[in-house]
């Protein structure tokens, strides 16, 4: 996500105010001018980091957008920290922002960042963009302070989700707010919109899929496939095919499920060479039991398969927590004949964007997609998967490393054509378009 917000600034000049990743008693803020962003960023106390990123953010707001209601743990206390520090942001935005400027606030750790604004008087545009989905209503309203988090949506002015589906989640939610306060007034305008009228304030909610800048992967590529990583990767598998998967280690990515599904396609391929499934899983939030668990239980499980399919010359699982340089992946992506793209639930998932853009055109790769991932509405083309269906998946990976050219080309083509029409810049275009007309003297200055 952080990646995909710093490039709308390569055509436009912004400050990125932020966390700094760092843990300290201290309120300094750090400046840096980097191209066209000024970064401010500021350190979280060892509290506000507990209840307010681990706690609230992580086990109440995440899992209950993941529809993972079974990872719920409420606290009072750590919900009253995070709404300090969305004032926290706040504050920080008011010191460096002027009259007339634009601001754009992303993803579910600020969700009451408006409602601190325009508290202190803060009168101008602002807008948010919500990463991850939107879940049925009746999940929401298990947070037990549902309706002052999400009623604190309408002190924004634009409302930006990823699907539709997420739309109309976020709609009968409101719609089911009515009973309790009348005076709230939900106005449809299509299938991909709909503005909330509350308490002198009217609020556009509408769609805005997040995307990638395909131009620039597409132009890196085959550099990236040339880096000397890459080769030796390459030069490693010999004549077996590489599947690849590039995730963050959460539950919500489905890791447990893919690496079943690969080894049920392991047993029933009738390939003489089996393929190898490089799964790269880069580590976050490891403070919390739940991610520990899943850490070591994926270790254990990549081990089993390893130990129960492999030889000594072949590992059918490389399994990996590096993070590694965007371009170093890209060259993976373009060297594997398939890629395994399972969430059991996605906000959007760009990795399937980035593969798409990443393929030789004249001999891609094919995706392999859940249908519960965001990127699924636009990427139609891909082998769509339920990833609770191992069989399925197993089938689904026989089938793209078999699948013939031409059908991979024409597969590709079409969702290459869609990424180059909705990629990152006209992401970052449509909704500051419709955030600055809001007040419409700031149209020029956005460039939009």
């Avoid at 009515?178 to 009217?202: I, K, T, Y």
Wanted: with cysteine; charged share 20%.
């Amino acid at each position: 996500m952080a990646t995909a917000v710093q490039d709308t600034f390569s055509t436009i000049e912004g400050t990125w105010i932020g966390w700094s990743g760092q843990i300290a008693e201290t309120d300094e803020t750090k400046s840096e001018k980097r191209g066209n962003i000024d970064y401010q960023v500021f350190s979280l106390t060892e509290k506000e980091y507990r209840e307010y990123y681990l706690g609230f953010s992580n086990e109440v707001l995440w899992p209950v957008c993941h529809s993972r209601p079974d990872y719920l743990q409420f606290s009072a206390q750590a919900y009253q920290t995070y709404c300090a520090v969305n004032a926290k942001f706040a504050d920080q935005v008011l010191s460096c922002a002027e009259d007339g400027d634009v601001v754009w606030v992303h993803d579910y750790h600020l969700l009451l960042a408006a409602q601190s604004l325009r508290a202190c008087g803060h009168q101008g545009v602002v807008g948010y963009f919500h990463h991850i989905p939107v879940p049925p209503a009746e999940l929401l309203r298990t947070i037990p302070w549902h309706a002052e988090l999400l009623c604190a949506l309408l002190d924004y002015d634009v409302v930006g989700l990823q699907t539709r589906n997420d739309l109309k989640n976020l709609m009968d939610y409101f719609q089911s707010l009515r009973g309790q306060h009348p005076e709230l007034h939900v106005q449809a305008a299509g299938d991909e919109a709909f503005r909330l009228h509350w308490r002198g304030r009217s609020t556009q909610f509408g769609v805005y899929p997040i995307s990638v800048d395909t131009a620039r992967i597409e132009e890196g590529a085959p550099r990236a496939w040339a880096l000397p990583p890459v080769q030796e990767l390459k030069q490693s598998l010999g004549a077996r095919a590489l599947v690849i998967g590039v995730d963050r280690l959460d539950y919500s990515k489905g890791l447990e499920r893919k690496f079943q599904a690969f080894e049920r396609h392991l047993g029933e391929t009738a390939s003489a060479q089996l393929p190898v499934l490089l799964q790269i899983a880069s580590r976050s939030r490891s403070e919390l039991a739940s991610y520990q668990q899943l850490c070591e239980g994926l270790e254990a499980q990549a081990s089993r398969i390893n130990g129960r399919h492999g030889t000594p010359s072949y590992a059918p699982i490389r399994y990996v927590n590096t993070v590694y340089a965007q371009s170093l992946l890209t060259g993976f992506y373009r060297l594997a004949r398939a890629a395994l793209v399972t969430p059991v639930r996605d906000g959007m998932n760009l990795v399937a964007k980035e593969y798409v853009a990443a393929q030789d055109p004249d001999d891609p790769g094919v995706l392999i997609l859940s249908e519960f991932a965001g990127a699924a509405q636009e990427l139609g083309e891909a082998l769509l998967v339920n990833p609770f269906d191992t069989a399925g998946v197993a089938q689904a990976i026989e089938r793209a490393l078999h699948m013939p050219q031409l059908e991979r080309v024409q597969r590709h083509r079409a969702m290459l054509k869609r990424l180059r029409s909705h990629d990152i810049e006209r992401w970052h275009q449509r909704f500051l378009f419709d955030l600055c007309a809001c007040q419409p003297h700031l149209l020029e200055r956005t460039g939009s």
